[in-house]
């Protein structure tokens, strides 16, 4: 059974930055595309990041150059690192991956090729 935990949203100043952690269990993180994807009430779930089985990423323009995602194998866990967050980073960060085995599609920052999804964690940045 593929189970997604995120954890290490919280609250800091515009400037700061946060870790976002996504514990997997029921495959190995490795073997399938993943991704960081963000939401406030009212608009769609947009992608933030993503990484794929050969460890290639694409961030998406909004955070380029201030977030990072990454992995570590050995912990099976998904990353987000986060720096510089501005207000607009505010909202509810999911994680998500493909089904096993598979790459990312074509648009990885779209939501409707992701299977898993963790249950969220929030991101609130003030001013």
């Known amino acids: 059974q593929v189970q997604l935990v995120e954890s290490g949203g919280g609250s800091v100043q515009a400037g700061g930055s946060l870790r976002l952690s996504c514990a997997a269990s029921?495959?190995?993180?490795?073997?399938?595309?993943m991704g960081w994807f963000r939401q406030v009430p009212g608009k769609e779930r947009e992608g933030v990041a993503v990484?794929?089985?050969?460890?290639?990423?694409r961030h998406a323009d909004s955070v380029e150059g201030r977030f990072t995602i990454s992995q570590d194998n050995a912990k099976n866990t998904l990353y987000l690192q986060m720096n510089s967050l501005k207000p607009e980073d505010t909202a509810m960060y999911y994680c998500?991956?493909?089904?096993?085995?598979?790459?990312?599609?074509?648009?990885?920052?779209?939501?409707?090729?992701?299977?898993?999804w963790g249950q969220g964690t929030q991101v609130t940045v003030s001013s």
């Open positions: 029921g495959y190995t993180v490795r073997s399938v595309c």
């Open positions: 998500a991956a493909v089904r096993l085995y598979r790459w990312c599609p074509s648009d990885p920052l779209k939501r409707y090729d992701y299977n898993y």
């Open positions: 990484i794929d089985r050969d460890g290639s990423t």
